[in-house]
Nanobody, 125 residues
């Protein structure tokens, strides 16, 4: 099991950038995959991006070319760099590991399910 803590959310203008961080309570070297989901008001939670321990990535079509997921095993942290933000990116962003993410990426999970508490991202002028 692992505990996940997100940070880096906030209010940003359209076209701006934010970097979200997900700090894990233990080494992430063997944890795969790791990823980000988001949930906007009145909408279902959706996969934003995932990354395996080998560095393979998957992105939602809506964020391809704008968002980049990365992991720093030395810091036990996964990042989501978000550029060219749009109002429709407004949501609570959650860090995640486990079966659902693994299934979405077509890989086997190496750890049981865990979610962070979420961080709010608001894109508005």
């Amino acid at each position: 099991q692992v505990q996940l803590v997100e940070s880096g959310g906030g209010l940003v203008q359209p076209g701006g950038s934010l970097r979200l961080s997900c700090a894990a309570s233990r080494s992430i070297t063997s944890i795969s995959p790791m990823g980000w989901y988001r949930q906007a008001p009145g909408k279902q939670r959706e996969l934003v991006a995932g990354i395996t321990r080998g560095g393979s990535t998957k992105y939602a079509d809506s964020v391809k070319g704008r968002f980049t997921i990365s992991r720093d095993n030395a810091k036990n942290t996964v990042y989501l760099q978000m550029n060219s933000l749009k109002p429709e990116d407004t949501a609570v962003y959650y860090c995640n590991v486990g079966r659902m993410l693994a299934q979405a990426m077509g890989v086997f999970p190496t750890i049981s399910d865990s979610w962070g508490q979420g961080t709010q991202v608001t894109v508005s002028s």
